[in-house]
């Protein structure tokens, strides 16, 4: 919070969920989500009645939670449930992967490097969990590996840094054969053929 107290361990369950249920979607279409898909969701066994008051105790909670932060909101001015924040105070990694990749996206350096900063060692949302959650999942996972892959085929680049992308993609996808086939080609042309077979084995 604005204090520099850590208040991840404050969001219960399904507070949690439900706020990323609507941060992302509001960063990911700018939009965010409509009262009828937040009860579809999370209270599809729910009479509306009972629906609205679990919805609005958890929003509460929330709001409770980011009261602590500067510059956050979660609004329904526009009818749809909207997380808001001022990026230049406040830091989102998905936010920030969001703005690279639908930039005038060149595939340089630069570019990787910054992407590299936000998924490095870091898989998107690792330990959290839910059925809605695997599109997001996904589409951050298929677009890191095209792009780090597209990178390395296409760079003259030193092989220990292309060597390097070839091990973040491995966070995002466990068993890709195209990353390993660039892995073994990058240590043969290092000439560490054992470890070429290693990382094939």
């Known amino acids: 919070d604005k204090n520099g107290n850590e208040i991840t361990g404050k969001f219960t369950p399904l507070p949690k969920i439900l706020f990323l249920f609507i941060l ?3 960063l990911r279409d700018g939009k965010g989500v409509s009262t009828n898909l937040l009860n579809e969701t999370f209270w599809l066994d729910k009479s509306p009645e009972s629906a609205r008051n679990n919805r609005a105790v958890n929003i509460v909670k929330i709001k409770s939670l980011l009261e602590g932060l500067e510059s956050t909101s979660i609004s329904k001015q526009t009818g749809y449930w909207k997380f808001e924040f001022d990026p230049t105070i406040i830091q989102i990694d998905y936010f920030e992967y969001l703005r690279i990749i639908h930039s005038t996206f060149v595939l340089n350096r630069e570019n990787i490097n910054n992407l590299l900063s936000i998924v490095e060692n ?5 330990n959290t969990n839910a059925e809605w959650l695997d599109s997001f999942k996904d589409e951050v996972s ?3 590996i095209d792009i780090f892959l597209a990178y390395i085929k296409e760079s003259a680049d030193d092989p220990e840094y292309l060597l390097h992308l070839t091990n973040c993609i491995f966070l995002f996808d466990l068993v890709s054969e195209e990353a390993l086939k660039q892995k073994c080609k990058l240590l043969i042309k290092q ?5 070429a077979k290693k990382a094939y084995s």
């Open 191 to 195: 000439g560490k053929h054992s470890l």
């Open 142 to 144: 298929n677009n890191i």
């Open 122 to 126: 870091k898989p998107f949302l690792l």
């Open 24 to 26: 992302l979607h509001s």
